[in-house]
T-cell receptor, first 114, second 111 residues
């Protein structure tokens, strides 16, 4: 199994600023995923991050708003840019490990935008 | 596109059995996940079904019918700690790594 950590665990940000979320996996993984979970709703995939290539974004999500870095096989960052109150959500990163099908999730980052 | 339906809420009694259903319409279906999510926490993996049939894991069992686009999660001997949201999710597009989640079923276990 993979152990995934995220930083920060929560933050309160002002409108118009940006927040960068870090995700660290305890083993090398090919693919990492970023999800958003808005209050009372299920998880929505934002993008898939492969090491050494551009992230692949889902419909409704764009790189300018959610730039992603994947500098190595254990680490990724998601930036939420030009924040608005509608961006208030929990952001989760996930991955699988060793080619297994199970997706493991980080503890999430709870973002509140004022 | 992907479409997943599951009940929004369910209530069951401690010690009883509850079945949470999930129907899906997915192109390129590969398999179906069930996750448990307690309030304020990240989802945790419960099961992954690829083939038709029932898979049992302790108090939890998961069933899949690919031809009917149907799955259920069966929880036996319910405990208060089982109160959580249960997320049905499908992997598709020929690989197991791309996953779409349903809206989740919030289960409340009462004494």
């Amino acid at each position: 199994s993979a152990v995934i950590s995220q930083k920060p665990s929560r933050d309160i940000c002002q409108r118009g600023t940006s927040l960068t979320i870090q995700c660290q996996v305890d083993s090398q993984v090919t693919m990492m995923f970023w999800y958003r979970q808005q209050p009372g709703q299920s998880l929505t995939l934002i993008a898939t991050a492969n090491q050494g290539s551009e992230a692949t974004y889902e419909s409704g999500f764009v790189i300018d708003k959610f730039p992603i870095s994947r500098p190595n096989l254990t680490f990724s960052t998601l930036t939420v840019s030009n924040l608005s109150p509608e961006d208030s959500s929990i952001y989760l990163c996930s991955s699988n490990s060793g080619g297994a099908y199970e997706q493991f999730f980080g503890p999430g980052t709870r973002l509140t935008v004022l | 596109g992907q479409n997943i339906d599951q009940p929004t809420e369910m209530t069951a009694t401690e010690g009883a059995i509850v079945q949470i259903n999930c129907t899906y319409q997915t192109s390129g279906f590969n398999g179906l996940f069930w996750y448990q999510q307690h309030a304020g926490e990240a989802p945790t993996f419960l099961s992954y079904n690829v083939l038709d049939g029932l898979e049992e894991k302790g108090r939890f069992s998961s069933f899949l019918s690919r031809s009917k686009g149907y799955s259920y999660l069966l929880l036996k001997e319910l405990q208060m700690k089982d109160s959580a949201s249960y997320l049905c999710a499908v992997s598709y597009s020929g690989g197991y790594q791309k996953v779409t989640f349903g809206t989740g079923t919030k289960l409340q276990v009462i004494p």
